[in-house]
C-alpha cells in the first residue's frame, strides 16, 4: 500500500462510527449530549417526538460504535458522549478536507499553468 493511500484510509473501525452520525436523530441525540452533558433517557425524550423505546434503539446504536456511554445512577442510567470517537471523527474529516484542498490547489495550478 502506497503512502498517500495509508494516509487516505480511514481509521480502523470508523464505518460503525460515520453510520451512527448518518441519522438525523442521533446527530440531535450527539447535539444534546454536547451541549447539556450527560442525561437519562427521560430527559433525553423530553425534546423528541418519538418513543423512549426509539432513543433507546439510537443510544445502542451509539454504544455499538462506541459513541456513547451509560452509567447508573440510582435507578437511572446516565448517557453520556465518548468524547474520543468525535475527536477521532473529526481528525478524519479534517484529514479529508486537507486532501481536497491539496487537490484543487494542484487543479487550479495545472488550469493555469
Known sequence: MSRSSQ????PKGSAPLFA???????????????????????????????????????????????????TRQGRERLWQLEQQRLADARRYLALISKQWDE???????FVED
Open 7 to 10: 494516509a487516505s484510509a480511514p
Open 20 to 70: 451512527a452520525l448518518g441519522d438525523e436523530t442521533r446527530l440531535r441525540i450527539v447535539s444534546r449530549l454536547s451541549g447539556d452533558g450527560p442525561m437519562s433517557i427521560t430527559r433525553l425524550t423530553a425534546r423528541f417526538h418519538v418513543t423512549r423505546q426509539a432513543i433507546t434503539k439510537h443510544l445502542r446504536v451509539m454504544e455499538r460504535a462506541g459513541l456513547v456511554r451509560s
Open 103 to 109: 487537490a484543487l490547489g494542484r487543479l487550479r495550478k
